[in-house]
């Protein structure tokens, strides 16, 4: 963890899966609560579980700077937004790639960040679905429509090309995990891709 701590990364991205609302479990709070004691950067905790809500306290607990929600989890997604912010984090809230950025209409004004799924969730390594960058077009007009200040975050096979793609497209977050994990030197990855 050493690298990461002094690496150009903003953020700790942190895929939580349950093996239901995606077909793959990662790991859970108590994994996490090591990872939180060891990592110096903020925690951007996405959850891809069903029930989201159930978790906000231990999100919380964790440190976590961030808790990203998926819309197709939700169906009460503003109750969410308000209990994440009454807990005193960040709220983001994430859509498949399947799910148009326009469900945001109502909402898009509360939140502080939207993460678009631009693979679909469940595993890593996978290739990036090109249709994402009309999507971050089309959720900044969204989002300076609605007068909302949420960052654009993409997260889902992000290299140097298609990151470079999502930046111009209006992307302000970018997350990478195969790219980064399996470079001959991470931090090295990590720097180019900041640089972008
Ligand atoms: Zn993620």
Known sequence: MAWFNQSTADW???DIMDGVFVPNISFGFPV???????CDKPLDVHLM????????????????YIMNVH?????????????????GM????????????????DIAADLDLVLLMSVNPGFGGQKFIPHTLKKVTALRQLL???GSSALIEVDGG??????????AAGADVLVAGSHIFSAPDPAAACKALSEL
Not at 49 to 64: T, Y
Not at 71 to 87: D, K, M, N, S, T
């Open 12 to 14: 700790l991205h942190i």
């Open 32 to 38: 996490l609560e090591h990872v939180a004691r060891i």
């Open 49 to 64: 579980i069903v029930q989201p809500e159930k978790f906000i306290d231990e999100v919380k607990a964790l440190g976590a």
């Open 71 to 87: 819309y197709e989890a939700c169906p009460h997604l503003h109750r969410v937004i308000g209990q994440i912010h009454e807990a």
């Open 90 to 105: 960040k709220a983001g809230v994430t859509l498949n790639p399947a799910t148009p950025v326009s469900v945001l209409e």
């Open 144 to 146: 300076q429509r609605t």
């Open 158 to 167: 992000v290299n140097l090309e298609t990151g470079r793609l999502l930046k």
